[in-house]
């Protein structure tokens, strides 16, 4: 069975490579309970199986260890860091690894909205505090995943191995415990699938503009776009299986990314000729609760992408160069935001709606109009393929479900109730215990201790992705109102993965190694982010309702 290197968001170390040999690896006397988790390797089921990897490493960082002395980042060397970690790596390079954060860093459809509420200088202001934050805790998280004193494992026998934690849930089960992890796996499932409404809702906007009743010659409203928007979800979701696959469509989402600053800069020179259709913003509750906590969401939005971080440590081909591709993409990141935001807020003022695209639809007919759309349209795309790739196979890897299509359909998923788990019975991953599971199949049917059902692996993934992206249509269709979605998805998930959890992680593991100055602004930091976190998801809560109130839910529109 083919192991998926990378979920995007929760954890790879279910990954299903096959085990090389190992060498002991002793652990540091100052190594703390805190800094290092115990865990046992159980003897069965891929989705549980923790291969343990020779560490290969250099003569420094072996010293160190031996010497008892902290074992900082900077001794790690690449095979160090590669080899630590659970999972197959895709050896991405640092250009690549650059291409797939600003994906999700580079988010800038409600940036005109929030500088609307937010004022120029305020916003400014904000931009900058942001980028620098974002930057920060995105080094936080570098050092974390590239510590190898950090997750510790302990086999059957008793032998314990120390490793870099390779998935956001590996740091946190290190540091705060299984049911930390359990919430942090929580938040970033409820993240990849609010993605996955709002983009929906937001596709929708984007085939309504570049396809009107007079092209197309029928008129449909904002429901029948959207099941338009699942059908074709749905189909890259059935052939776009893997990250390796989406690979293209993220190179070519990147490059669609420029029409993001063509169509603001397009607007602000029309300007006083557009008049936008929608007015998002009234000038006598700028200044309210809700609209101040609004707009600082959304511009933190703008510098999200570290739940895609600690995956990306272990997967690139240097991971020496991670520093580096955080710096890159955080100031590129800050330059591309300012400019869409601070453009459309020029062209469109107070009136600029939700998604700034919107208020170019009576110019959406124009060829440069046009044809930028129809790049932001593959940007998208290329968004929810990166959102609802790692989605699905989580839950597959779950269930044991191979990851390559024919594997699958070779592959029955058969549910023991004598073990309480699902037994792939045909797969290679499950040849280790497929012995002990007919002989407990066997006892059960003997003695009536349960009935075991079986379905095949690879309908089963059929049936779990078309469910999934039916329950996003379903959240999209009752409450399709875009610029509320994007605030919750900036205000309670992206806060919490990139201006939160790396804070409590990061003073969790170095807290005595740190200085008073990097404590202070780290607390500050770690307030700052939960203030923006409670406040602002309320406030897009507060928003929901108004618009459920104003309209209804499962509007037409």
């Known amino acids: 069975m083919e192991a ?52 290969h490493l250099n003569e420094n960082l072996a010293a160190r260890m031996r010497a008892n002395k902290p074992v900082a980042a900077t001794d790690c060397d690449d095979d160090t860091v590669k080899a630590g970690n659970a999972g197959v790596a895709r050896h991405l390079s640092s250009g690549y690894a650059c291409v797939e954060s600003l994906l ?46 950090l997750y510790k494992e302990e086999a059957e026998n008793g032998e314990v191995k120390t490793r870099c934690a390779g998935s956001y849930r590996e740091l946190a089960v290190s540091l705060y415990g299984p049911r930390f992890a359990s919430f942090v796996g929580f938040v970033q ?64 989402g990147l490059l669609a990314s420029g029409a993001n600053l063509v169509l603001p800069a397009y607007a602000l020179w029309q300007r006083g000729s557009i008049e936008p259709s ?31 971080f600690p995956e990306l440590v272990r997967e690139m081909r240097h991971p020496g160069h991670f520093e580096g591709v955080v710096t890159f993409i955080c100031g590129l990141g800050l330059v591309l935001n300012m400019l869409t935001a601070f453009m459309g807020y020029a062209a469109f003022g107070a009136s600029v709606p939700p998604a700034y695209i919107d208020a170019l639809k009576e110019d959406s007919g124009q060829p440069l109009v046009l044809s930028m759309l129809l790049m932001i349209l593959l940007m998208s795309t290329a968004d929810q393929v990166l959102c609802q790739t790692p989605l699905c196979l989580n839950l597959e890897i779950a269930l ?64 779990l992705r078309c469910g999934v992206l039916a329950l996003a249509l379903f959240f999209a269709q009752m409450l399709p109102f875009f610029g509320d979605i994007a605030s919750i998805i900036g205000a309670w998930g992206i806060t919490q993965l990139t201006f939160i959890f790396p804070v409590m992680l990061y003073l969790r593991a170095y807290w005595r190694e740190i200085s008073l100055v990097e404590r202070v602004v780290c607390c500050v930091e770690l307030a700052a982010g939960t203030t923006v976190c409670v406040c602002g998801t309320a406030a897009a809560v507060m928003d929901t309702v108004k618009n459920v109130q104003e309209f209804h839910l499962f509007s037409p529109n």
């Open 189 to 252: 499932i409820f993240q990849l699938f609010v993605y996955c409404v709002g983009n929906t809702i937001f596709q929708q906007t984007q085939f309504s503009l570049i396809f009107p009743e007079e092209v197309i010659g029928v008129r449909l409203n904002g429901a029948q776009w959207r099941y338009i928007t699942f059908a074709i979800y749905l189909a890259l979701a059935l052939l776009v299986p893997t990250f390796h696959a989406g690979a293209l469509m993220s190179s070519a």
């Open 104 to 149: 999700f860093l580079y988010w800038p459809y409600l940036l005109p909205w929030a500088v609307a509420f937010l004022g120029w200088l305020p916003s400014l202001v904000l931009f900058v505090l942001s980028a620098l934050y974002s930057w920060h805790t995105g080094l936080m998280l570098g050092r974390l995943c590239k510590d190898t004193t």
């Open 278 to 308: 929608v007015v998002a913003v009234n000038n006598t509750d700028v200044r309210s609760f809700r609209t101040l906590f609004l707009g600082v969401a959304n511009i933190l939005t703008g510098f999200g992408g570290h739940i895609l």
């Open 400 to 463: 044991s479900i191979p990851t390559r299509w024919a594997d699958a359909f070779r592959t029955q998923l058969t549910y023991s109730p004598h073990k309480g788990a699902i037994v792939p019975t045909t797969a290679a991953a499950a040849a280790e215990s497929a012995k002990d599971d007919i002989e407990t199949s066997a006892t059960d049917r003997e003695d009536g201790n349960g009935k075991w059902v079986s379905v095949n692996a690879g309908v089963t993934r059929v049936l």
């Open 4 to 55: 998926q290197s990378r979920d995007g968001a929760i954890d790879t170390d279910s990954s299903q490579a096959a085990a090389s040999p190992s060498t002991s690896l002793p652990l540091p006397a100052h190594h703390s309970p805190r800094r290092a988790a115990s865990h046992t390797a159980p003897a069965h089921g891929p989705d549980l199986h923790v291969d343990f990897t020779d560490y």
